[in-house]
């Protein structure tokens, strides 16, 4: 068995303000930038880049914007997760919710790299993101304490950071495709972006990810509107928006073919779970009730 079940890790721009919800697993936000705030058990902590926020299990939470320019909206790596070894659960809740550590950068490029694992889905990398997260938990709670980790970052050493194929830096293309999803972005857009053709760009994404570019797009919003259907309570018409669909018509639509219900029966199934099963651009997923 492993020292931790990883459920979810995402690096994103939080585009919306979510309700104070709660969930039985632990959540741990990396803040990478952007400016607002995060309300963790009725305490209110200012959003600064190089701040860690630890969230037990039951605990309310929520993550508020400030302002209307996107270019503030706080931008997090986000890992969820359980612990299966008690001794580790019990020193993780006795941290603070709010911490300053040293490494930040160190432990921002670990997360980036398990992010890279998933997505390209090789065997085992269940194994390997729940083993490698393990090591980088206990380190990041020797550093929450105080403690030195002694770690040097060195960029070859993280390996699969960067994806490349046929000449293309498929790191830069799902980069981009992560940070505009809410808005238009057309075959044209990626091909121009990776100096390629359109034949080239369709076999690189279904080499790595199964799939075409626009589907893995249409499948990255689907993935985004379900959370903010289980986790919110934002309506269905801005959900459309948020997730880069103008027309609720047409996200109706593309949600009950790929969801087999429409968005409001989705919400209606889900309604006093309010656990995330979907996972960030990856098959990587698992239910829990």
Request: glycine fraction near 4%; hydrophobic fraction near 35%.
């Amino acid at each position: 068995m492993h020292i931790t079940n990883v459920y979810w890790v995402a690096k994103y721009t939080q585009l919306w303000e979510n309700d104070i919800h709660s969930h039985n697993y632990f959540q741990i936000l990396f803040m990478i930038g952007g400016k607002g705030n995060v309300n963790i058990d009725g305490e209110t902590f200012e959003i600064k880049k190089g701040t860690v926020f630890i969230i037990p299990p039951t605990t309310n939470h929520a993550i508020i914007c400030e302002g209307t320019d996107s270019k503030h909206f706080p931008k997090i790596l986000d890992i969820k997760f359980d612990i299966n070894n008690e001794d580790i659960k019990s020193d993780l809740l006795k941290l603070p919710y709010n911490n300053e550590i040293d490494n930040f950068d160190y432990f921002q490029l670990k997360l980036e790299n398990l992010i890279k694992e998933l997505q390209r889905q090789d065997k085992y990398c269940t194994e390997v993101v729940n083993m490698s997260f393990s090591v980088t938990l206990i380190k990041l709670m020797r550093s929450c304490k105080g403690e030195k980790i002694n770690a040097q970052i060195t960029y070859d050493q993280l390996e699969g950071l960067d994806i490349q194929l046929k000449g293309v830096d498929a790191t830069e293309l799902l980069d981009f495709i992560h940070q505009n999803f809410d808005k238009i972005i057309s075959l044209n857009d990626l091909v121009k972006l990776g100096n390629t053709n359109k034949t080239t760009l369709t076999h690189i994404f279904k080499e790595l990810y199964g799939t075409t570019p626009i589907r893995y797009i249409n499948d990255l919003r689907m993935r985004k509107a379900k959370d903010l259907l289980v986790n919110s309570n934002i309506s269905i018409s801005e959900i459309s928006e948020l997730v880069g669909l103008q027309s609720i018509h047409y996200f109706s639509r593309k949600f009950k073919e790929m969801e087999g219900c429409s968005p409001l029966q989705y919400r209606m199934n889900h309604q006093g779970s309010r656990f995330i099963t979907v996972d960030y651009a990856t098959k990587f997923s698992h239910d829990k009730s």
